[in-house]
């Protein structure tokens, strides 16, 4: 029996003219990569607005006005995300016969060029499946990796919208060439039964407008009836979904004791309140949103005594920075940072009810944190401890 030789495994290997198929081409391409260009942009900007509110530069204040912004920025970047996915599978299905051209052999400069076009798509396509595919495990709440997940989907971010950039740079005397040429294939007609280019744009185009018509829900209220894929409905316990039950985040038993005290601590003074104390304070009721960086959001109703209050009875001052402790022994997000932006408004409350309910175990019982324009996981729940520095 011959082993293969080089030249038959080279016969085997396609060649871009083995692809038959007119709707493919520069034209259709161009103008699908467009539309996936600025899924990616809006997916970038926002998304960048959504790390800027996790971390609270001091260099850019940001305060809870206006209410409904984290809701509307994050639900934008998940939206665009999934607007990309079928897209992205266009262009590439658009361009894979290229992946069979041979490399030149006619110069070492060509070659050298060729080489780094390619390492600068590759780095491209990897770095926009791994934002894509692990957005929608985020999304599901399915982590199978050990890295953190918000702090490499940031750095791969900069890497899918820097290559998109260097892309786009390479390529543009090609787009405009591909804009300028009708979309059809010249012999198109010889074949009315074939699919189009307009056909393939066209669908496209339609998916992603379906795809996010049919997740959108979890954002935009009036569409959860239509929003089959959605992975949070907006329906939960006392009218919330929940991310995060008392038992997953080791809460449970110290939340229902019935010993409970919240400590506030103002500098050297500390003021402990049991839950009949913190109810028998002035209470506020405020319609604020809930929204979490999976996509969903839901507005509420909460009733609680207003943060800036509490820190009063420990003789703070409404212009500080509090640190807040939670009951969790498990997950992340045990202690958040509130800043004083958020102290100094009144709807900024220590909510011990929801929706004129008692607050349920799972939503934070005996209490816990909601203020406005802020992203879901410093909603902290099982509030313990209110601290501010002297």
Not at 244 to 267: C, I, N
Request: proline share 7%.
């Amino acid at each position: 029996m011959r082993l293969p030789t080089v030249e038959d495994i080279e016969k085997r290997i396609p060649r871009p003219e083995d692809f038959e198929s007119r709707a493919r081409g520069t034209e259709l391409t161009a103008r699908v990569g467009t539309a996936l260009g600025i899924a990616f942009g809006i997916c970038f900007l926002t998304g960048m607005w959504s790390h800027v509110q996790y971390t609270q530069p001091g260099w850019l204040p940001i305060g809870p006005q206006p209410t409904q912004l984290y809701r509307l920025t994050q639900g934008t970047h998940v939206l665009s995300g999934i607007a990309a996915i079928p897209l992205l599978l266009v262009k590439l299905w658009s361009v894979f016969p290229r992946l069979f051209i041979r490399p030149p052999t006619s110069s070492a400069r060509e070659l050298v060029i060729e080489v780094l076009e390619r390492a600068s798509i590759g780095a491209l396509v990897g770095s926009s499946v791994f934002m894509l595919a692990s957005g929608l495990l985020n999304i599901a709440q399915w982590y199978p990796w050990e890295f953190s997940f918000r702090r490499t989907h940031e750095a791969v971010a900069w890497v899918a919208i820097g290559s998109l950039i260097v892309h786009i740079a390479v390529k543009l005397p090609v787009i405009q060439r591909a804009y300028t040429a009708s979309i059809e294939h010249p012999e198109a007609h010889l074949d009315p039964d074939a699919i189009s280019r307009r056909t393939v744009l066209r669908g496209a185009l339609a998916a992603a407008g379906l795809a996010v018509v049919l997740t959108a829900g979890q954002t935009v209220p009036f569409l959860r009836r239509f929003s089959v894929f959605a992975v949070r409905d907006g329906q939960g316990p006392q009218g919330l979904p929940i991310n995060r039950t008392a038992k997953a985040a080791g809460a449970a038993e110290a939340a229902q004791d019935p010993a409970f005290v919240l400590e506030v601590v103002v500098g050297d003074r500390t003021v402990t309140l049991d839950r009949d104390q913190l109810l028998a304070l002035p209470q506020r009721t405020h319609r604020l949103p809930i929204a979490c960086v999976e996509g969903w959001s839901r507005s509420a109703t909460w009733t609680g005594p207003a943060l800036r209050d509490l820190l009063a009875l420990a003789g703070g001052e409404p212009g500080s920075d509090v640190t807040i402790r939670s009951l969790q022994t498990r997950g992340a997000f045990g202690v958040s940072r509130l800043p004083a932006a958020y102290v100094e408004d009144y709807r900024t409350l220590l909510a011990l009810e929801l929706n004129g309910e008692t607050l349920s175990l799972d939503h934070g019982y005996p209490c816990r944190i909601i203020a406005p324009n802020r992203p879901g996981v410093f909603q902290t729940k099982w509030v313990q401890r209110l601290e501010v520095k002297a």
